[in-house]
């Protein structure tokens, strides 16, 4: 038998070994993981369904296969899946395919007006496990929430604007968003990734081969990688001590010989908000701008990013502009102002953990690479998490502790 602690400090490639070993069956482990959620989901209001009695059926599934000798490269990790989506969407098909099992349904926004980045259960919003006073992003607010509790070692997100990226920020995880139509948009307008949130980059490349159905040999990038640094892109309004902390990050990643950052002007793209917004919007009015405006925009900045990727390999920003906010929402402040030039873009891009401000709110550091390299961006983040965060990524033993920062208001 497994304890619900032994649970939470395994991550979803560490399940699947002792699965495919023999070690542990999948029953035992989703068993462990709903134990989990019974115990501290109320803490946390991450799900807003769980399905016990079918994830239960499903493991036992997963043991059979193994049994026959059936090589299932994820068998028996539970997984979280982002309401939104539901089981069925292509990216969770083929995780259940590879072995996964689904556990629940994690928070979304309820629809409303403005920026609704936190989660809406029954129960009440979403908390984030490092400190209830905040949010955990969003939109995939429930899934960041559940991987960062040691709910589950992965879960399902999607990635319109940022929404895979601003809530690993938020919740002290990873959250991965490859290339824009390496997988099946979730809108018309091709700009809403499927992507993920996991403990660390490795558990990221394991859901990736999954969901692509690679078997690419690992990449081994020649070392230090050339990185460009910005704190604004040139236009969003980022804390300076935000910045501070995601930049100190960089600097550690380039005394340990990752990467060297180079020198020379910093990267200005052209503010992608009208854009973004005509394109999301599928059409456009009197209200939005025309098409020459949303082609100028779209033109000018992959000009500058493809400058920018002939003079480096990546590209590293704060993942958000500014910290996590509370429960009445972000007011007039942009979370995505970093992260969603790369959905109408289309480069891959994750958030890693950087550190924390003064007041111990979490930073992330922003990572994007070429089109459509995803293997050399997990690669650099494999190196870099074990750099700036030693040991297990997710930081579940904060919240079971109870330990609790002091979050800004």
């Known amino acids: 038998m497994i304890t619900t602690g032994e649970y939470a400090e395994l991550s979803?490639?560490?399940?699947?070994?002792?699965?495919?070993?023999?070690?542990?069956?999948?029953?035992?482990v989703v068993g462990a993981a709903l134990a989990r959620v019974d115990e501290l989901d109320d803490g946390v209001r991450a799900f807003t369904e769980v399905w016990a009695e079918q994830a239960l059926a499903h493991a036992a599934r997963v043991d059979a296969r193994v049994a026959q000798g059936v090589?299932?490269?994820?068998?028996?990790?539970?997984?979280?899946?982002?309401?939104?989506?539901?089981?069925?969407?292509?990216?969770?098909?083929?995780?259940?395919?590879?072995?996964?099992?689904?556990?629940?349904?994690?928070s979304v926004p309820r629809t409303g007006p403005?920026?609704?980045?936190?989660?809406?259960?029954?129960?009440?919003?979403?908390?984030?496990?490092?400190?209830p006073a905040w949010s955990p992003g969003g939109s995939s607010a429930g899934s960041a929430a559940a991987v960062a509790a040691g709910l589950v070692p992965l879960a399902s997100g999607s990635d319109g604007a940022g929404s895979v990226r601003i809530p690993a920020a938020w919740c002290g995880i990873v959250g991965f968003k490859p290339t824009n139509g390496r997988l099946p948009a979730r809108?018309?307008?091709?700009?809403?990734?499927?992507?993920?949130?996991?403990?660390?980059?490795?558990d990221?490349?394991?859901?990736?081969?999954?969901?692509?159905?690679?078997?690419?040999?690992?990449?081994?990038?020649?070392?230090?990688?050339?990185?460009?640094?910005?704190?604004?892109?040139?236009?969003?309004?980022?804390d300076p001590e935000v910045a501070a902390v995601a930049r100190r990050s960089a600097r550690r990643l380039a005394e340990a010989g990752l990467i060297t950052l180079a020198k020379g002007p910093d990267l200005t793209l052209v503010d992608p908000?009208?854009?973004?917004?005509?394109?999301?919007?599928?059409?456009?009015?009197?209200a939005t701008p025309s098409v020459a405006d949303v082609s100028r925009v779209m033109t000018t900045n992959e000009e500058r990013l493809r400058d920018c990727f002939q003079r480096a390999d990546l590209l590293l920003t704060p993942t958000t502009p500014h910290p996590p906010h509370g429960h009445d929402g972000p007011g007039p402040r942009m979370s995505v102002a970093l992260t969603w030039a790369f959905n109408l873009s289309g480069h891959p891009a994750l958030s890693l953990p950087a550190g924390t401000t003064a007041e111990g709110a979490p930073v992330g550091l922003h990572v994007v690479a070429r089109r459509p390299d995803e293997r050399?961006?997990?690669?650099?983040?494999?190196?870099?998490?074990?750099?700036?965060?030693?040991?297990?990524?997710?930081?579940?033993?904060?919240?079971?502790?109870?330990a609790r920062h002091t979050s800004r208001k």
């Not at 920026?115 to 919003?125: C, E, I, L, M, S």
């Not at 050339?226 to 980022?238: C, E, F, Q, V």
């Not at 973004?276 to 009015?285: H, N, Y």
């Open 12 to 28: 979803a490639l560490d399940i699947a070994r002792h699965v495919r070993q023999g070690k542990l069956t999948a029953v035992e």
């Open 273 to 286: 908000a009208p854009a973004w917004t005509a394109l999301r919007a599928a059409g456009f009015s009197p």
């Open 376 to 402: 050399t961006l997990l690669a650099v983040a494999d190196r870099a998490a074990r750099e700036l965060s030693p040991g297990r990524h997710a930081p579940w033993t904060a919240m079971a502790s109870g």
């Open 71 to 106: 090589g299932l490269p994820l068998a028996g990790v539970p997984i979280g899946v982002k309401a939104s989506e539901g089981p069925g969407s292509y990216q969770n098909t083929r995780l259940v395919a590879a072995g996964c099992v689904p556990v629940g349904a994690t």
């Open 204 to 238: 990221a490349l394991a859901y990736f081969d999954a969901v692509t159905g690679s078997e690419v040999p690992a990449v081994r990038p020649a070392y230090p990688l050339r990185a460009i640094w910005s704190a604004t892109l040139g236009y969003a309004d980022t």
């Open 187 to 202: 809108d018309r307008a091709g700009l809403n990734s499927p992507g993920v949130l996991v403990g660390g980059p490795r």
């Open 114 to 131: 403005g920026w609704q980045t936190y989660g809406h259960t029954d129960r009440g919003p979403t908390l984030n496990p490092l400190d």
